[in-house]
């Protein structure tokens, strides 16, 4: 499906990734962890976290296209910072509903921006003694990068530009676009 016109749009939005781009990297992340999790899905759970609340599209999308058992956990996160910058300063605002200790644990983020948020995030969890942990991103913007993240499965890298779409938001709208778009002027 094209993007919609502007005009029933409250911002002008340009497509960077159409909702069948986006489909076929997710068939091949799915692919991937097939592959990477199989075996280790027989030996202890697989739990796959998504980050409140952008990651939810990508993360419905991605576990119909793995082929193993996966639980499904969620952890709400918050940044301090303006609308479009995170400050570095970060909080669990909602926890996992179970522990993850001796878990096959897959972080699924929507963008890594800063590296802030994720860098926190997986510091975190892992004092939790999962028996792995891996993050898997849809997008990352390099430009932006002030902390070393390690990213194991990728979407996307993208230019330094804001994104909205495919669960991202601006000021929590544009979240149900089916593709991912840059918001010009923003
Ligand atoms: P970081 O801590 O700077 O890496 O920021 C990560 C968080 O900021 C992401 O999880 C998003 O929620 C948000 N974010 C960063 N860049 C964008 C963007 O271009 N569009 C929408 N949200 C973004
Ligand atoms: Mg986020």
Request: glycine share 6%; aromatic share 6%; charged share 20%.
């Amino acid at each position: 499906m094209p993007a919609p016109s502007p005009h029933v749009l409250n911002d002008p939005i340009e497509e960077l990734i159409s909702a069948s781009a986006i489909a076929k990297r997710i068939a091949e992340l799915g692919a991937q962890l097939t592959a990477d999790y199989t075996e280790l899905a027989k030996t202890a759970d697989v739990v796959a976290i998504g980050v409140l609340k952008g990651s939810v599209l990508f993360l419905a999308d991605l576990v119909r296209e793995v082929h193993f058992p996966i639980l499904l956990e969620f952890i709400g996160i918050s940044s301090y910072g303006d609308a479009t910058k995170s400050s570095g300063v970060v909080q669990i605002t909602q926890d996992l509903s179970r522990p993850i200790a001796d878990k096959h644990v897959i972080v699924i983020e929507d963008i890594v921006d800063t590296g802030h948020t994720v860098h926190y995030l997986m510091e975190n969890l892992r004092t939790r003694q999962p028996a792995s942990l891996k993050l898997c991103s849809l997008l990352h913007k390099p430009e932006r990068s002030e902390r070393e993240v390690t990213i194991d499965y990728l979407g996307f890298t993208i230019p330094n530009k804001y994104v909205v779409g495919y669960g991202l938001d601006m000021a929590q709208k544009y979240r149900n676009l089916p593709y991912i778009g840059h918001v010009t002027g923003a």
